[in-house]
């Protein structure tokens, strides 16, 4: 998608810093992190968010779940704990309208969710 700044990190018009690609997805380090350790994961295919998801072959919903796992374990969180997270719409505060799952963790996170 021509405007979208997560398919252009995908071109690679926009730089990131890789964690973990496969053919499904892609992981990189957020520019601004919320904890020690911060990644998002998005789907190749632009998809804008959770409420997109029937547009969605279900192994590629399935790649993006296993993906953030593959990360927590490449960033040395699986066994400490890690929190996956979506932002879906305005309540929500979705800025970026394609896709992606947080990854945040590396230290004790808030038990609140909102
Ligand atoms: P959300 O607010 O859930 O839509 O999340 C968008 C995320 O993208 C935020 O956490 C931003 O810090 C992150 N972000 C924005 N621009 C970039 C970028 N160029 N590289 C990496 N992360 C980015
Ligand atoms: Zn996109």
Known sequence: MDDCLFCKILSGEIPSKKIYEDEF?????????????HALVIPKQHVSGLSALDTMPDKEIAACLRACHAVAVQLGIAESGYRMVSNCGHDACQTVKHLHFHVIGGNPLSARMA
């Open 25 to 37: 997805t892609y992981a990189f380090f957020d520019i601004s992190p919320q904890a020690k350790q």
